[in-house]
């Protein structure tokens, strides 16, 4: 079982962009797919998006045209990019490993971001 | 988008009952060429990410104790706590990844009576 750690700034202000960086320790991020979820406070979970170790990427289309994913296997980590940032997004985010075909195996404690101005 | 419905929205149970929360998808999620069904549970306690509890439906995670049991296919599933303990209390959600977008239900809050 791997540790995943979530860092990032826990204030953006609304339409900038939110940045995270997921760390994973204890394992290879090498021939896996990692993912980003979040979660409004009180409310349910919401996939954002996965990305392979070689960088290839699956987004949620409800999400698509503002989030980027990238991973640097020499740090071992993975980031999220969601730009255009409204109040809405407002969130617990998780990073997680995919385990078999997409279920959500190892998450990490998540991360509370606030977009307010 | 597959929508995932879990009813009830919370339930009470006594310790030592049994707890049932349904899980229903707005297709099905049975994949024909290998006859699985791609549905997850997870356990969310209050301040902790989402633990896997169940996938493929059935097979529960290294760890989880055998109390906890998922059943169903097509479109129905059920995820069952026999003898409910208080350190279950949480909310628990199913997961469909049968195509993306990935998605979950709305949950289901349990609680002791």
């Known amino acids: 079982q791997v540790h995943l750690q979530e860092s990032g700034p826990g204030l953006v202000k609304p339409s900038e962009t939110l940045s995270l960086t997921c760390t994973v320790s204890?394992?290879?991020?090498?021939?896996?797919?990692w993912s980003w979820v979040r979660q409004p406070p009180g409310k349910g979970l919401e996939w954002i998006g996965d990305?392979?170790?070689?960088?290839?990427?699956t987004y949620n289309p409800s999400l698509k045209s503002r989030v980027t994913l990238s991973v640097d296997t020499s740090k071992n980590q993975f980031s999220l990019k969601l730009n255009s940032v409204t109040t809405a997004d407002t969130a617990v985010f998780y990073c997680?490993?995919?385990?078999?075909?997409?279920?959500?195996?190892?998450w990490g404690q998540g991360t509370l971001v606030t977009v307010s101005s | 988008d597959i929508v995932m419905t879990q009813s009830p929205d919370s339930l009470a149970v006594s310790l030592g009952e049994r707890a049932t929360i349904n899980c229903k998808s707005s297709q099905s999620v049975l994949y024909s060429s290998n006859n699985k069904n791609y549905l997850a549970w997870y356990q969310q306690k209050p301040g902790q990410p989402p633990k896997l509890l169940i996938s493929?439906?059935?097979t529960r995670e290294s760890g989880v104790p055998d109390r906890f049991s998922g059943s169903g296919s097509g479109t129905d599933f059920t995820l069952t706590i026999t003898s409910l303990q208080a350190e279950d209390v949480a909310v628990y959600y199913c997961q469909q990844y049968y195509s993306t977008p990935r998605t979950f239900g709305r949950g289901t809050k349990v609680e002791i009576k």
């Open positions: 990305i392979f170790y070689s960088g290839t990427t």
């Open positions: 204890g394992g290879s991020i090498n021939n896996y797919y």
């Open positions: 997680a490993k995919v385990g078999g075909p997409g279920y959500f195996q190892d």
């Open positions: 493929w439906a059935s």
